[in-house]
């Protein structure tokens, strides 16, 4: 089976920033995608390069799996 799920690219810099991007964009669903200067408390979370507070990633990350309700394989009876 294909590996559908592409990580991102990383990059690190001279003075410690690490970065994750994807297509461009600062992205990452693991983590944060901007570490200044390895300092994870000035961490930056970004989503498809929308910056987001931490509560905001968390729950984009809660939303992001599995189908809608009205696609579940429940109960497909017509009446």
Do not use: C
């Amino acid at each position: 089976m294909d590996n559908i799920y592409q990580k991102g690219k990383t990059i690190k810099t001279n003075d410690g920033t690490i970065m994750v991007t994807f297509n461009g964009k600062f992205h990452n669903w693991d983590g944060p995608a901007i570490i200044p200067q390895g300092n994870e408390k000035l961490a930056e979370y970004y989503i498809n390069g929308i910056k987001m507070t931490h509560q905001e990633w968390k729950k984009a990350l809660r939303g992001r799996e599995g189908l809608p309700w009205f696609k579940s394989g429940g109960v497909n009876a017509r009446f």
